[in-house]
C-alpha cells in the first residue's frame, strides 16, 4: 500500500549559486517500509524531506500523499505536516517553551485538537517515551539525553503517519544511541513507516529494509541494502 509520493521532483532554492538541489526525484513510499537514505553531504537529503513535508514545496513535479497530489494552499500544508513528521538533528536547540508538558503541547495545539485531546496526546508521547516524571521540568536543564527523548515526543504528539529522522545517528553518545534504537522498536510494532538519512552505513544495512542513495540532488540507487552493497 502506497501511501506517499514524489513524482519528478525537482527543487532549487531561491539564493542557490550552485542550481538544483533535487533533480528529478521520483519514489514510492510503502506503509511501514523502514527506508534509510545515504549520500554525502549537499546531496539533497534535507531538502527531499523538507519536500514529503510541506515545508518546501517542489518547483517541477509534486508530492502525492494517498494518492492525491498536495497542493500548494496552507490547508493542504498543514494537512501534509501533520502526516509527515521530522525530528531534526539539532531540535535540542529549538526547544523553547518553560516546561516539558508545553513544549510537546505546541504541534498538537497547532492543530487546533480540542483541549482534552491535546493534553491526551501530551501524555502518551510523554509516556511513550519514559518521560511522564518529567512534564513540569524547564527543557532547558535537562540533560542531553532526556532533550532528545522531549524532541522526539513532540513530534510523536502529532501522531504522524510517517516518521522521518534527519541524520539522528550523527555523533550519538551511547545514551542517545539507546534512545533511538528503543524508539525504533516500538514504532516499528506498532506498524509506522520511517525514513532516516544516515552516514552510519553499518547501521543503514543492519536496519533498513531499504536503501536510497542520494548524489548531486539525485536517486542513483534504490532497493535492498543487500543488492545495493554487493560488489559484484
Ligand atoms: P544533505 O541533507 O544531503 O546534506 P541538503 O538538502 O542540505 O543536502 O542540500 C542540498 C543542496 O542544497 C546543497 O547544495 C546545499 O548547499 C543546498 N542548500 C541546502 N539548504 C539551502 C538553503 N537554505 N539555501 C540555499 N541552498 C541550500
Ligand atoms: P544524559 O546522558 O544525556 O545525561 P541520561 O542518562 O540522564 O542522559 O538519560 C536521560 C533520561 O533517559 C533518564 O531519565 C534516563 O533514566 C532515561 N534513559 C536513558 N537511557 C534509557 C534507555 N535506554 N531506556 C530507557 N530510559 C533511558
Redesign the pocket.
Known sequence: EIILEVSHLTYS?E??H?GE?LHDVSVSVSKREKIAII??????????FLNLNGVLTPREGAVIYRGKPVGRGKKELNSLRKNVGIVFQEADNQIIASTVFQEVSFGPMNLKLPREEVTERVEQALAYMNIESLKDRAPHYLSGGEKKRVTIADILAMKPEIIIFDEPTASLDPVNAAILEEVLEKLEKEGSTILI?THDIDFAYRWAGRLLV?AD?EIIADGAPVDIFRND
Open positions: 532554492y539564493n542557490a550552485e538541489a549520500g554525502s553531504n549537499g546531496a539533497g537529503k534535507s531538502t527531499f538519512s542520494f540532488g
